[in-house]
């Protein structure tokens, strides 16, 4: 990579985040400075963009459970959106058409209803990173937001075959074999061990499957992310998704530049993109009202619809297609590299505040609930809980045993992973499904007997929000939280952590301990 793009990158990704921002801000920004400036992308750029998204996908299908895109709030609220946006957007650029508003001249209906189709989709770029620096990937939010982000690969593998004409091959059914050959993908997965092979073997997987379905004619995108999927239940899945978690940020940095050098725009372009921008809080409102129609609870309706109310990167593709086809203007794949940037900065500006501002207008959100629930969505309440320690990834779960081991049935465990949380129940564990952030949990759960929260969660954002929540909800006993470093236990202790643990340094004096006890007993 060129040292230019680099330093662009950085200069402008550190300025947002001194700013409070999202470096992904920054990184739109960089690209059409660079453009502004005249650099010209050579293809190394190109190739770690599609690198980032490949591995994106991949790592998307490691954490995917194919029985969530079964559920009637994943399928028919995706497909459902994608038909009313298109009907009824496709209907409001038409009548457009006739206001001799610049570029929407001369649209007739078939473009009018392209163009609509293409700002349908959301982004999986922008909506995966945020649901993963915020740790809610799998949350019942997130997971939903996934599920409605394939469907609408799905559809995007349907428009690409008709629109280009290219049928798969016949040999596409042989995909349909993958599944056979699953054992000996865990084999070769389980043999990779711990070290630089791991991540390796992601590339091959990832790589492997993008080039295997692009070889009979299928979309590339999909062969990794169903080469994910058939690896998804593997012990080391959830270890190859972080060993690749660098490679994929990294190289997802040149897809953000990339879209800076779609092309210069004029202002009038500019204009038009604003205008389009416009319609995000429609795309929301109308996700929001179609997910709770499905019986969703207003919190994950709200957050998913939040997240998914932006505009897709597959949008510059079909507008490439449709220009290539002599459908659009080449002025409309401008148009719509602006709109979708903007909505970019949209979404990451405003899901950062997704939680407070729930909190705030929970009173009116929840109006539009149904009255009957989704059986996943009911609230358990933890009886004879003293002790509540919340996150069960590794170092949860090890405090939650040793605790329990000491304490009994007066300690449990909540987790926003549903499939972690059914393996513990099936163990015979005391723990529940809930997330953390939710002010609804707190709403209904009895929380007067617990004495100590542990919160034992990927990031401070969570922790705060987390203690937030749980002082809004009038709780009375102590916190204890996990910091991996320095300034992160500043933070939590100005935030009103009673107590903050250094990772490392717990980890190191349990072990000095454990080695103690075993002088001890050797004595």
Known sequence: MDFIWILFAFVCGLGMKLLGLPPLIGYLLAGFALNFLGVVPDSGLQLLADLGITLMLFTIGLKLNVQDLLKAEVWAGSLTHMALWTGLLGIGIFALSGLALPYFTGLDPASAALLAFALSFSSTVCIVKLLEESGELRTRHGKLSIGVLVMQDVA???????????????????????????????????????????????????????????????????????????????????????????????FLIGFFLIIGFTALPDWSMLGMAVLLSLLLPLKFLLFFFLLTGLRLR???????????ANFSEFGLIVADLSVDSGWLSKEWLVIIALAVSLSFLFTSLAYRHAHKVYGHWMWLIRRFERPQRLPEDAVVQPHSAEVLVIGLGRVGLSAFQLLHDQQGDRVW?????????????????????????????????????????????????DVRHVAEQLADAQYQGKLAAIARYDDERRELEAAGIDEVYDFFTEAGTGFAEEGLRMLEQGA
Request: aromatic share 10%; net charge negative; glycine share 12%.
């Open 156 to 250: 995007a593998v349907v428009f690409l075959v008709l629109a280009t004409g290219k049928i798969p091959s016949l040999w596409a059914l042989g995909l349909f074999g993958l599944v056979f050959i699953r054992p000996l993908l865990g084999r070769l997965l389980a043999q990779a061990g711990h070290g630089e092979l791991l991540p390796l073997t992601g590339f091959f997987f990832a790589l492997g499957g993008y080039h295997l379905f692009e070889l009979v004619g299928v979309k590339g995108d999909l062969g990794a992310l169903v080469c994910g999927v058939l690896l998804s239940q593997h012990p080391k899945a959830s270890e190859l998704s972080k060993a690749l978690l660098s490679f994929k940020d990294l």
């Open 298 to 308: 207003g919190r994950t309706a709200f957050l998913a619809a939040l997240a998914l």
């Open 413 to 461: 465990g909540m987790d926003a992973d549903r499939e972690r949380i059914e393996r513990l129940q099936a163990e015979g564990r005391h723990v529940f499904v809930g997330d953390g952030e939710d002010a609804d949990l707190w709403a209904y759960l009895d929380t007067s007997a617990i004495r100590l929260v542990m919160l034992a969660l990927p990031s401070i954002e």
